[in-house]
């Protein structure tokens, strides 16, 4: 016996001795060290600001935002406490009453169906553990939670808690989940908008608002309910919370920002000049960007977009495959914004179909008839018929236009919009698509499209260096081109596809005359001009052909914009800049825009390059002034203040530009198709690029002056005959002021005396 009992003795020693090997070996070997969680400090946010001082943009690195203690609120550490662990001022890491019920719950479920974490425990996973489920991992994790709590306060511990755990959508710790949400700090939330944070965190994927409100306000009367019953707030406080509409402002694929186009932009710049490294030192971006021009210019484009398919009356039908669960989300989703929101115009909204004679519709809380004229825009128009095309159960979308709905569908057409101040050079808008969260492809900076006849106002500058004045007469009459190398002969035409004649220069380009540009091309020389239009930095090849004049080189609408802007500053070459000054906390200023120490950073020098004269630069707004004033840019005049602009449509309707300016702001607008597929019929520049730039200019002008553009001094008037190009005579007929260099006056008939040559600047 004694025997016996002496090999059991040394197996149980052999067994002590190997478990204590296994556990040094595969558990307490390698366990981090808990000292790191006393050098954690609270993140250096980097922040865009905008000209109004309002910030726009932030970068958490990797999403997280690590607070002091003191900056979260008591009720957000009261929601998490009652939710996640409300025996956590009270067990020392691990709470063994919890272990025990969700082992029981497990074996019961033959599954993992209830966890029973600590925040101690979550804490050494955000911080110092994976999550893998191994059982190393989950005694390295207990012995850590047990290390933690004899290491750190109870404080401290929850502090690294609520600064580190996931709350979906990319967010990472409280005040990261705020500004994802709401754009608000933290301790700017109210009771309902914190209990709807802390429902997140046990499962961040199934729980964000922006993919499950359902979900989420489940959750959120989970926390609430749990905050009554451990006596922090009363039932009245949640029941009051849980009917609050949330003011949810995040949208799923952009985070931190309400613009993304231009935070993309501008955070590109950034990095390029310091590195990704900079964005975690706390940096604060000073930006030009005006926030009330910039949220004109998304709610134009998206009605403009809107406005184009409408004409083209194609209506592309229902949403294909949505299921009820699909269709209960967006109603919740749409039902809590339009509660806090309302109904915004040109924004659109889901509707489910009820019936099709007449056409009802389910907006998710209420039933609405839409009449026909809610679908005349439909092809056949007057004709469409909703019973062939929906049937009850249907998703759709409607427009909501101010008056009522339209039926109406997501854009498929894209569209783009730079805006300077012309005073200061800043960007005061940018806006890279219609959508961000269907496309991210930034297309104010890197579409290169085709400019149409956008290009031509640099065509005309050219010749008007090379002698030609708005009163050259050029014959707009049938050519044909051939080279050696083509096989066919180019026969350019005009939009109208007919011929005027005898055509000044100053009416081909307010009527924007093909023929005639071609001509003028071809008498300057396209050697001759190409070498001119890089002065103007256009930042693409330009085609060495006569296709050049009717604008078939491609161009960002940025570079495109900057280009016009040389018109608009008198010649001199035009350096947009949208960032102000960056500081680095605990450094102070790292780069100023008037400094120009930053040069991919595009920085506005005091001394600016005069790429052209003073007086081609006039003569070219003075005849795009009239471009608006009698030519295809007429919608413009709606604005009933001077405006210098220029339309443009590339080949067969690809693409619709807009350029134009006052002597205060500088707005480009272009619109397409990725696929390059045709806008369609009449969609030219005129009509679908020009109603985006009235909408962003009336508010850009609203509180300023009515000025004229200024006649620099070489610049003298003269009355001419249009029919001739020669000073008018006592017996001209077709007369009008035209505006020359004073070197370059046309010659006077013999009648003509020098009482018609008006010299005065006015």
Known sequence: MKKLLKIFGYAAVLICLLAGIWTYWFVLRGIPSIQDLRKIEPTKLSKVIASDGSTIAYFPPEGRIELDGKEIPLRVKQAFIAAEDATFYEHTGLDWKRIFSAL?????ATSYVQGASTITQQVVRSYLLTREKTITRKLKEIILALRIEKALSKDRILSLYLSRVYLGSGAYGVEAASLRFFNRNCRELDLAEIAMITG???????????????????RQWYVLKRMSEEGFISDIEAQDAYQEPLQITGVPIAKFTRYPYLTDYISKQVLQRYGEEIFSKGINIQTTINPELQDVAIAAMH?????????QGIYRGPENGASETFKSRRFAFQKNQVKWKGFESYQLYWAEVIQTSPLVVNLGAENIELGPESYAWIHPKGNWDPQDALTPGDLIQLCYTGKGFLLSQEPRVQAALVAFDLQSSGVIALVGGVDYSKSQFNRAVSALRQSGSAIKPFIYAAAIDKGFTPASIIFDTPITYR?????LAW???????????????????VL??????????????IGYTISYLKRFDLGSELPRDLSLALGSGVITPFNLARAYATFASYGQLFEPHSIEYIIQQDVGPIFSARQGDLMEIQSASEKKEQIISEQTAYIITNIL?????????????????????????SDENRDAWFLGYTPDILCAVWVGYDDMMSLGENETGSRAASPIFIDLMQAALKNKPIRDFRVPDGIVFARVDTTTGRIASSNSEAVRFECFKEDSLPPKEE??????????VY
Request: hydrophobic fraction near 35%; glycine fraction near 8%.
């Open 104 to 108: 029981i719950t497990d074996i019961r």
């Open 200 to 218: 997140i965190a046990p499962a961040p994927g199934k729980y964000t608002p922006l993919e499950n409100f359902n979900a989420a306000k489940k």
């Open 303 to 311: 009605k403009g977009a809107i406005d184009l398919e409408m004409r």
């Open 483 to 487: 080279t050696e190398e083509d096989e």
């Open 491 to 509: 026969k350019p035409k005009n939009y109208e596809d007919r011929f005027y004649g005898a055509t000044t220069l100053r009416t081909g380009l």
């Open 512 to 525: 924007s005359r093909n023929v005639v540009t071609v001509k003028i091309l071809k008498e300057i020389g």
């Open 625 to 649: 002034n009239d471009v608006v004033q009698e030519g295809t840019g007429w919608r413009v005049r709606a604005l009933k203040r001077p405006v210098a602009g220029k339309t443009g449509t």
């Open 751 to 760: 009648s003509v005396t020098d009482e018609f040559l008006l010299k005065e």
